[in-house]
Each structure stands twice: as structure tokens, then as C-alpha cells.
């Protein structure tokens, strides 16, 4: 082998190796969130790994793998050494790699690695690979509802015509499930219907504050002002405009979002407090795939 293909095939392997690295560099950079322009340093590895193993590639393809152009036709009739002719062709192919097994490995490595990088985001799929974190929720049997300085809720203070925001006490405020929409109703507007029958507090009702469209915060409560003539009190979600029915279980009046609000079973302790009297009746969060099918889960 000479010195020109020599140095051929240790840039191949070279850029291989640089190839896998990169990529191992893609997956390092995708799990710490802390590193700064993450999303341009993600392309950077990645883009770059291509670009070295689609040069090793060239590299392989035009120096190490020897071609062979036949002038004379081929003899229709004469077979004789064709099996010879066929078996030196083939071990010629392959005598540029001194050193295939180093090679091989440096392919492998590459390929491994850039499989390993494509993969890699499919972690963050969530309905896919982490079903359970998506149905989990804070809520479970005698949990109190507190405000947004940790202060309990007493069922004395909920008053008609009125939107308080809660939370699950001792909950992370930004986890998915902690956070409810609380409202109270006179009992005779309740309509709820038989499977939810007992979720409310004396008209007072409590829904997952997360629109079940989109995932965006329930942050409306419309109220009629003329009974008469306007429709029921109804929450809101100002970012597209899904309308869910308190009164109801928070059925889907108005809007794109494609199921009722998860409603939260309510109890008043001896000292009037509310607590959680159990989970909600549904998933929280925007609807996909399957969803319909599961039930809210406490969080483990």
C-alpha cells in the first residue's frame, strides 16, 4: 500500500471517529439543560458529525475501494478462469485497508453514534416513553387547597360570582396537576351529572386550571349580570376561547378544546378548610393520543 493511500484511510478512520464523538457531543449537550444557546450547539454537533462521516465516506469511496473498468466485451461462450478472473477482483477491492478491522470499528462507532443522536430526542416524546409522569397529580385524600401564599382555603371565603386560583399544599406551583380554578355555585345550578355527583363542597367546585385544548391556564370567569338574558356562568380560556360549564363538570360549551375540565372532588374538614376528598376524574393537560382512556394517577 502506499503512502498516498495510507494516509487516505487514516482520515477516513480520523473522520469517523470525529463523526462518533460529535455525536456522543450531541447527546452530552441535550441532556444538560444549563449549557448555554443549547438549541445552536445541538446543531452544531450534529450538523458537524454529519459532515465528517459523509467525508469519510467520499474519502472510502474514490481512494480505498478499487474500480475496475472492463474495455473488452465480455465472451458469451467462454467461461473458463471466470471464477479466477472473479476471485482476484474481489481481493484486490479490499487490499487499500491495511488496517479494516480498526476500520470497521471506527464505522461502527460513527453509525452507533449518530443512530444514538437521532434517537436521543425521543426521550422527550413523553406520551411515548414517559406515560405515567403525564397522568401523575399531587392530589390525593385530604390534601388542602391553599392560595398562592400557601394560606388553606376555608369554604367560608369562596363566594358566589368569584375566581379564585388554588393549589395542592406543599406542591411544586408549576407541576401540571397542582393548580385549580375554585368557584362557588348556588346548589340549585348544579347540574352534575350522576358519576360526579359529591364532588362539590356546598356549590363549591374545583377543575384543573390547565385547558384540556392546548394546555394553556383557565384565567377567565364569566358571570351573567342579567340571568334572563346571558348565559351561565362559565370558565374561560382567554387563549382560544374553550369555554367549560362549572355547573355541568366542566363540559365544553364553546371553543376547540375536545373534553370536559378533570373536576377535583371536594370535602370540608372540621376547622372548614377544603381538602381533596381524591384525584381528579380525568387526565389534566391538553388532549392526544389514548387519552380518553386513562384516569389521573397520584404522583409517586
Given at each position: 500500500m502506499d503512502k498516498k493511500n495510507m494516509r487516505a484511510e487514516t482520515a477516513a478512520i480520523l473522520l469517523l471517529l470525529l463523526?462518533?464523538?460529535?455525536?456522543?457531543?450531541?447527546?452530552?449537550?441535550?441532556?444538560?439543560?444549563?449549557?448555554?444557546?443549547?438549541?445552536?450547539?445541538?446543531?452544531?454537533?450534529?450538523?458537524?458529525?454529519?459532515?465528517?462521516?459523509?467525508?469519510?465516506?467520499?474519502?472510502?469511496?474514490?481512494?480505498?475501494?478499487?474500480?475496475?473498468?472492463?474495455?473488452?466485451?465480455?465472451?458469451?461462450?467462454?467461461?473458463?478462469?471466470?471464477?479466477?478472473?472473479?476471485?482476484?477482483?474481489?481481493?484486490?477491492?479490499?487490499?487499500?485497508?491495511?488496517?479494516?478491522?480498526?476500520?470497521?470499528?471506527?464505522?461502527?462507532?460513527?453509525?452507533?453514534?449518530l443512530a444514538t443522536a437521532v434517537i436521543t430526542p425521543a426521550a422527550s416524546f413523553g406520551p411515548l416513553i414517559r406515560v405515567k409522569e403525564l397522568f401523575g397529580t399531587p392530589w390525593t385524600r385530604g390534601r388542602r387547597l391553599v392560595d398562592d401564599n400557601g394560606r388553606p382555603y376555608t369554604a367560608s371565603e369562596i363566594e358566589e360570582k368569584t375566581f379564585y386560583t388554588a393549589f395542592a399544599e406543599g406542591a411544586d406551583k408549576e407541576e401540571l396537576g397542582s393548580s385549580l380554578v375554585l368557584v362557588r355555585l348556588p346548589k340549585t345550578s348544579l347540574k352534575l351529572p350522576p358519576e360526579l355527583q359529591g364532588y362539590d363542597a356546598d356549590g363549591i367546585v374545583a377543575y384543573s386550571k390547565i385547558c384540556t385544548h392546548a394546555g394553556c391556564a383557565i384565567a377567565m370567569y364569566e358571570v351573567p349580570t342579567f340571568a334572563p338574558d346571558e348565559p351561565r356562568a362559565a370558565l374561560v380560556c382567554p387563549c382560544h376561547y374553550s369555554t367549560f360549564d362549572p355547573a355541568t363538570g366542566g363540559t365544553v360549551t364553546f371553543g376547540p378544546a375536545g373534553r370536559p375540565l378533570p373536576m377535583l372532588p371536594l370535602m370540608v374538614d372540621g376547622k372548614g378548610q377544603l381538602r381533596a376528598k381524591g384525584n381528579f376524574n380525568g387526565p389534566v393537560g391538553p388532549s392526544w393520543w389514548g387519552v380518553r382512556n386513562r384516569k389521573a394517577e397520584p404522583s409517586s
Open positions: 463523526g462518533a464523538l460529535l455525536c456522543v457531543a450531541f447527546v452530552v449537550v441535550y441532556a444538560v439543560d444549563r449549557i448555554p444557546d443549547q438549541t445552536q450547539f445541538l446543531g452544531l454537533a450534529l450538523g458537524l458529525a454529519l459532515v465528517c462521516i459523509a467525508a469519510a465516506l467520499i474519502i472510502t469511496g474514490r481512494k480505498l475501494v478499487v474500480t475496475e473498468e472492463l474495455v473488452e466485451e465480455y465472451p458469451p461462450e467462454v467461461h473458463a478462469g471466470e471464477v479466477d478472473l472473479i476471485s482476484s477482483l474481489v481481493e484486490e477491492s479490499g487490499s487499500r485497508l491495511t488496517r479494516r478491522r480498526l476500520f470497521k470499528l471506527a464505522l461502527l462507532a460513527a453509525g452507533g453514534g
